[in-house]
C-alpha cells in the first residue's frame, strides 16, 4: 500500500489527544511506506497501534530498543516516549492508527493485549481490508463515524487478539472444516498437512499447540460425541453407529466409549431412556 493519512479534524495536531468524551475515538489513520526518510520522535496522548506489513526496522520504546519485523503489531501507550527511523528504499511498510477514548484501556484489556511490547501476528491477509475501511469512514465522516470506526477498531483489535495467542499461526482452518465434514471416513494424517501446505510432523505439532490435543484425538471425540447423540435420539444397533461415525468397528466404538465416558454405550443408551 502507498503512504496515505486521514485525521478526523483539520489540524493534524489536534488529532493528537486524549478525549474521554466518547467510548471510542479514532483520532487518525494512515499507511506507511519508504518514498521517502524520516525520523518520529514522539510522545503520544492517544494509543499509537503499528501492523508491519513489510521490512523492519529498530524502535526505541523507552529507554529500550526493539526489532519489529513484518507481521508484528506494537501498541503503544499513551505518554510512552518512542524513536525510530524510516530510511528510504528500505522497503519498509506498515499500518498506524490512533485512537483514545473512556473505553480504550478496557478495549485492550478485554482482548488481552499487552501495550509496549512487539507482539507476533504473522501476515493477516484480510487486515489491510480493515485499514481501507478504515480510511473510507474517515472520507465519508458522516453522523455514523463514530460508531463505525469504533467497530472497526475493535475487530482490528480482537483479530490481532487471536493471532497473538497462536504466535502468529494460522488457525488450521481448511483442515478443521475437513475433518467436520468427513469425520465419518477415513482421515489421514497425510490429508490434513496437504491441505495446510505444511509437513505432516509440523502439522502435528501445531495442532497440539493450539486445541491440547493431537489431531487423532480431536477426531475420536468428534466422532464419539456423535455415537452419543445416535444413541440418545435413535434406536439403531451399534453396529449401524458405529458405521455412520467413522469407527467400522461397534466393539472398537464400545472400548473408545467407555474409555472415554465411563460407560459402555448400551448401558448409556438405557439410562437415557
Known amino acids: 500500500m502507498k503512504a496515505q493519512s486521514y485525521f478526523n479534524s483539520i489540524d493534524e495536531r489536534s488529532a493528537n489527544v486524549c478525549d474521554m468524551s466518547r467510548s471510542i ?64 528504499d528500505s522497503g519498509l511498510n506498515y499500518l498506524w492508527l490512533h485512537f483514545t477514548g473512556s473505553n480504550a484501556k478496557n478495549l485492550l484489556d478485554k482482548f488481552s493485549i499487552e501495550v509496549n511490547k512487539i507482539h507476533k501476528c504473522g501476515q493477516i491477509s ?13 472520507v465519508n465522516n458522516d453522523e455514523y463515524f463514530y460508531s463505525v470506526t469504533e467497530a472497526l477498531l475493535t475487530d482490528i483489535i480482537a483479530t490481532f487478539s487471536r493471532h497473538i495467542k497462536t504466535g502468529g499461526n494460522k488457525k ?36 497440539k499447540s493450539m486445541y491440547n490435543q493431537s489431531p487423532t484425538e480431536y477426531i475420536l471425540d468428534i466422532r464419539l460425541r ?48
Open 126 to 138: 484480510y487486515m489491510i481490508d480493515n485499514w481501507r475501511k478504515m480510511f473510507g469512514e474517515f
Open 25 to 88: 475515538i479514532v483520532n487518525c489513520v494512515g499507511v506507511a511506506d519508504d518514498r521517502v526518510s524520516f525520523h518520529n520522535r514522539s510522545v503520544r496522548n492517544d494509543y499509537y497501534i503499528m501492523y508491519h506489513i513489510g521490512s523492519g526496522f529498530d524502535i526505541r520504546i523507552k529507554d529500550e530498543t526493539f526489532f519489529i519485523e513484518k507481521g508484528d503489531v506494537l501498541i503503544i501507550e499513551p505518554g510512552t516516549e518512542y524513536e525510530y527511523y524510516l530510511c528510504k
Open 226 to 273: 456423535e455415537a452419543k447423540k445416535l444413541l440418545e435420539e435413535t434406536e439403531e444397533t451399534l453396529s449401524d453407529i458405529a458405521l455412520k461415525t467413522g469407527f467400522f468397528d461397534e466393539f472398537y466404538m464400545s472400548k473408545q466409549f467407555k474409555n472415554h465416558f465411563g460407560i459402555t454405550p448400551g448401558r448409556y443408551r438405557k439410562e437415557c431412556k
Open 172 to 207: 488450521l482452518f481448511k483442515s478443521l472444516f475437513y475433518i467436520h465434514e468427513n469425520f465419518r471416513s477415513k482421515i489421514t494424517l497425510e490429508k490434513l498437512s496437504e491441505l495446510e501446505s505444511i509437513s505432516q510432523s509440523h502439522y502435528r505439532a501445531l495442532f
